[in-house]
């Protein structure tokens, strides 16, 4: 359990509330029990996975399923269910430090994910009590592999545009017919969660259905030939009059959209943690390798520019990390406060509902910073990070597919700021009135600077700054396009992106702010990585808002925005120079990732 309790914002809450660094949780405040649970996932990969990489791209599937049973046997399958039905019930911190383990071997941890999370999780969240005592015993200890079925060749992105069909029959059955893409667990999985649309006189209700792969009329189509994640099995699965009885509905008819969203929601921050452990791998890397290498007679960590490269992963890696921790405290905090018992998954489902907005966030900032990462180890293994005698080249392979992954990065983008604004409409949160408030202070004089020598406390007044820009543009779109700002893309893009930097920026300090106050080991690194990122953040905020207020205003409206904009965002440069110097230093003397 998190050692101090989190503030328990609401989803969404950080852009209009300010948080203290000690009511926010951070790796920093790991206990013992997350510490074991991640030793042990990180033993299970380094002895029993790593050195299969090879055995498992061949496609060796019954290795990927011994695999899958030791996981179980370790309880690795099993931290997001309560004992009653086998599995370890630890919390969400937890859950996630296994996630982040995993990560390191990309392949496995996508098999990994598919049982644990996407199919392990649906029943628990979803299942009847026969239908829990039935799978998920066998699923938690390996003996059944599941799989989730929800994308089709056709629909895409509009995951309730599938074609796949179902017909009740009189007995209460259902015949499925159709064929589901890109399975994850394709080629062997026991166990199927598949969407398909239940036809009939009233129309088409979009549902979730258990199917085994014994039941006649299941089948696997061939292997995809991936760019990456080459060990992990990806194949369509096809149903041709497949039976499936009453008791095999999960869920209602009609619902399985929330099934299908709420475990995306679950999915997606469980996805920003494993880009947290890849990154931390390539860094890692990156670190020994640029310490072995010499060029021109030196080794190559001590130029500037591979210093520039290890000192903006190490950054953007540790924002990444700090927003990912914090929003699992504010997941298991709000959970702590809802009473139920272990075996009911309301709760739960209320509660990742609710932080829908952060999930969002973490898929998209953690997949981009991994690329980044691995984009830049690549580069600095140079001809050999091209070449697979190296893990770089696989590395940068098998992360590309997390842009796409549990919605793509686009539909997410859309997401963050839709959801705040749906939000706002239902006065679930107050980002109307604290955009009117905005806009007074705005017409008003200029408020006096107030001095403060707290450690941070310009990157803290900048994280401020960076809040009431995001509003100001966020408040404009939703004035200008109203019921229709769901059509407007282009701004919901340079919005989220703001809205991103803003939550990662905020968590980054408030991180930083806790370790300085905690006096724990390396703190100043903390301060330096926090404000890296805030300094890059500013200019990357300031331009996405320029874009944004220019697609939605012109001539005197134009410049009296762009005046406010000027007016919020004073946030003067730092040299970032000599702090990635310091990070990467500091990286390459340790031999990996500074905050591990």
Request: glycine residues 10%.
């Amino acid at each position: 359990m998190p050692t101090t309790a989190p503030s328990i914002l609401r989803g969404g809450g950080w852009l209009l509330e300010s948080s203290e660094p000690d009511t926010v949780f951070t790796p920093e405040r790991l206990t013992e029990e997350h510490r074991l649970i991640g030793q042990t996932a990180d033993e299970f990969v380094d002895k029993e996975v790593l050195p299969v990489l090879d055995r498992l791209e061949q496609k060796d599937w019954t290795l990927a399923r011994e695999l899958v049973k030791r996981g179980g046997a370790l309880g690795l399958l099993g931290v997001d269910v309560p004992d009653a039905y086998g599995g370890v019930q630890l919390d969400k911190v937890a859950s996630l430090v296994v996630s982040e383990r995993l990560a390191r071997s990309a392949s496995f941890g996508a098999t990994f994910g598919a049982q644990a999370n996407l199919t392990v999780l649906p029943l628990f969240l979803f299942g009847t009590e026969a239908q829990k005592q039935k799978y998920l015993p066998k699923l938690l200890n390996g003996e059944l592999v599941g799989a989730y079925a929800l994308s089709e060749s056709g629909s895409g992105s509009d995951a309730l545009g599938a074609k796949s069909r179902a017909t009740r029959q009189s007995d209460g059955s259902f015949i499925l017919n159709g064929e589901k893409m890109w399975i994850t667990n394709g080629g062997f999985a026991d166990v199927i969660i598949i969407f398909a649309k239940v036809i009939d006189d009233t129309g088409e209700h979009f549902t979730a259905f258990i199917v085994e792969r014994a039941f006649p009329g299941v089948s696997s189509g061939k292997e995809e030939h991936k760019m990456g994640l080459h060990g992990s099995s990806t194949t369509p699965i096809i149903l041709q009059d497949v039976k499936v009885p009453a008791a095999n509905l999960l869920g209602e008819v009609g619902k399985g959209h929330k099934v299908a969203f709420n475990v995306l929601n679950f999915g997606r921050f469980k996805l920003g943690g494993m880009c947290c452990g890849g990154a931390r791998g390539a860094i890692g890397e990156s670190a020994k390798y640029a310490a072995q290498r010499k060029q021109f007679g030196h080794p190559i960590a001590s130029f500037g520019a591979i210093r520039h490269k290890i000192g903006e992963m190490t950054a953007r890696t540790y924002a990444v990390e700090s927003l990912v921790y914090r929003t699992a405290g504010l997941i298991e905090a709000r959970l702590e406060t809802i009473p139920h018992e272990p075996t009911d998954g309301s709760a739960a489902l209320a509660v990742l509902e609710e932080y829908a907005i952060e999930a969002s966030i973490a898929k998209v900032a953690g997949s981009e910073a991994l690329d980044f990462a691995l984009d830049e180890n690549i580069q600095i293994h140079g001809g050999n990070g091209y070449v697979k005698d190296y893990p770089a080249e696989r590395h940068y392979r098998d992360a590309r597919v997390n842009r796409i992954f549990e919605g793509t990065n686009e539909i997410n983008r859309l997401l963050i700021p839709g959801m705040l604004a749906k939000r706002a409409a239902k006065n679930e949160l107050p980002i109307i009135a604290a955009a009117r408030a905005l806009q007074d202070e705005l017409l008003g004089p200029p408020a006096t600077a107030s001095f403060d020598d707290a450690p941070l406390a310009a990157e803290r007044g900048a994280v401020e700054a960076f809040k009431k820009a995001a509003l100001m543009v966020l408040g404009l779109a939703m004035q200008t396009y109203r019921e229709k700002l769901a059509d407007e893309q282009e701004v919901l893009m340079h919005l989220a992106d703001m809205l991103i930097d803003v939550f990662s920026a905020d968590s980054a300090v408030l991180r930083a702010q806790s370790a300085l106050g905690q006096r724990v080991t390396q703190a100043e690194l903390h301060a330096d990585a926090a404000r890296v990122f805030v300094n890059d953040a500013a200019f990357r905020i300031d331009a996405s808002a320029r874009q944004a207020l220019a697609a939605m205003a012109d001539g005197d409206t134009l410049r009296m925005m762009l005046a406010a904009l000027r007016r919020l965002m004073k946030v003067a440069p730092i040299n970032t120079v000599a702090l990635r110097r310091r990070l990467a230093d500091e990286t390459v003397a340790r031999g990996g990732y500074l905050f591990a």
